[in-house]
């Protein structure tokens, strides 16, 4: 009980380290005061979902002048999930089960990696366009990423999928680069040497090791709260009206009936998908 008690605690006193750390706590200057009686479009969450809704919204359709407003019910845009994850972009590059192959065939998974490549595209569009520095920015820099593989049965399953999603699908992976990896190219890679390889695996079954791997370059590291920040400035200079500390029920006691709600979904793709990471 003791412990359970001060584990809830914990939680319930944290806060975004990206918030906490990195000086973003100005951006609650969002914040509208009053919320208005009437919308043609509500956007709710104000982490990258939302934020690049409300992005693409204004800057798609900025000509009909549509009032869209994004509504946060913490005091700062990207303080929930959007906030507290390792800062990793990783359009992960997965082998497929049994189940999944089932339901959506290999053109289903290769418009999943399309999907992930638009992302990036758009990202770097959006930099572009405005002409921010993401390093600078938002400290976010491309570093690659590796998975390994620690099994031959493994390095056989990379060498399968991707294999078989070039002869499937090559039109929807062609924005997604990877490359097959030997066991000496990721050792060089990794700065692996026999002694630390062994060190490896000294926990586990003595038969593995780094068999090969699949290097993907477009995977980078980056602050996603300032990330956030910076796309709903550009969101606010469009027309986006943000309201932090405003949940949806203030909405509905307010009598507000907008034309459309959009709950954080939109058939542009959102900057972001954050994934766990290695960190995690």
Known sequence: ?????????????????????????NNNRFGQKNL????????????????SCGYWLNKLHHSKNDNVILLESRSNISEGASGRNGGHYWPTFQIPTESQMKEHGWQGLGRGYEFE???????????????IDPEFSCE??????????????????????TSSLKKECPDL??????QLWDEHTCS???????????????????SLSIKGGIFM???????????????????????????????????VERLFTPQKI???????????????????
């Open 1 to 25: 009980r003791l412990v359970c008690k001060s584990v809830w605690i914990f939680f319930m006193s944290s806060s975004s380290f990206w918030l906490r750390h990195h000086e973003t706590q």
């Open 36 to 51: 208005p009686h009437t919308a043609d479009i509500v956007i709710i969450g104000g982490g990258f979902t939302g934020i």
């Open 117 to 131: 490549s638009e992302n990036w595209r758009l990202i770097h569009e959006f930099f572009e366009e405005h002409s």
């Open 140 to 161: 976010f820099y491309k570093t690659g990423g590796l998975n390994v593989a620690l099994t031959e049965s493994e390095v056989k399953l990379f060498q399968e999928t």
């Open 173 to 178: 992976i062609k924005g997604l680069p990877f």
């Open 188 to 206: 060089k890679a990794l700065n692996l040497n026999q002694k630390t390889t062994s060190s490896f695996n000294s926990d586990s079954d003595s």
């Open 217 to 251: 370059p477009n995977i980078a590291q980056v602050n996603p709260a300032k990330l956030t920040e910076i796309i709903a400035s550009k969101a606010c200079e469009l027309g986006l009206k943000i309201f932090t500390n405003t949940t949806a029920n203030q909405m």
């Open 262 to 280: 959009m709950l954080s979904k939109l058939k542009k793709p959102s900057f972001m998908r954050m994934e766990h990471g290695l960190l995690n």
